[in-house]
């Protein structure tokens, strides 16, 4: 029994801080707070389950690797059920006017744009063909290195680079094709 909670403590000390990464990542594929949710779920149930295996240094590539292939298992039964479900107006609404940073704004004007700027941002970013996105998410919101994106997509660090600098671009034009949109 002594053993059991000794894992179970090393996995909470060592796992459990990758929480945010982990549903940043699944929020971004998943492009729902219910399926991200969901997906961490599934996978720190799956890290839980192996995580004797789990062979020391930085979780967060270890953990990001098992939720991307919870993703992808998630991704082919979805597919495979032939309908996708329309997106609830409500949710996306609140998540189109809460602060990603969590804090008060100072004035009702500076608010309103940070809201605006985030939720924009936020929209090109899941605009994203997947593999742009993925690595985008990894690099920028997880702080992950090259090599750890390498090795939580299964691709060579090449690929990593280019992925990201073309996702870089890629959100760049789409943000100056907004605001040229929107100028006057």
Do not use: H
Not at 124 to 142: G, K, T
């Amino acid at each position: 029994m002594r053993g059991t909670k000794d894992a179970a403590t090393r996995f909470r000390e060592t796992v459990l801080p990758c929480l945010d990464d982990a549903y940043t990542l699944a929020r971004y594929l998943t492009r729902s707070a219910a399926d991200a949710d969901d997906l961490v779920q599934e996978a720190f149930a799956r890290a839980l389950r192996y995580f004797d295996g789990f062979s020391g240094g930085d979780p967060r590539p270890w953990l990001l690797a098992i939720l991307r292939n919870c993703f992808y298992a998630w991704l082919r039964a979805r597919r495979a059920q032939q309908g996708e479900p329309l997106p609830d107006p409500e949710e996306a609404a609140a998540e189109a006017t809460a602060d990603p940073w969590g804090q008060t704004p100072e004035d009702p004007e500076a608010a309103l744009i940070r809201i605006d700027e985030a939720a924009v941002v936020r929209a090109l970013v899941e605009a994203l063909p997947e593999p742009f996105r993925e690595v985008l998410v990894l690099r920028e919101m997880s702080d992950l290195s090259y090599q750890q994106i390498a090795e939580v997509t299964e691709v060579p660090i090449g690929t990593v680079m280019s992925r990201l600098a073309r996702a870089r671009l890629l959100v760049k034009r789409a943000w100056l094709a907004r605001q040229e949109e929107e100028a006057p």
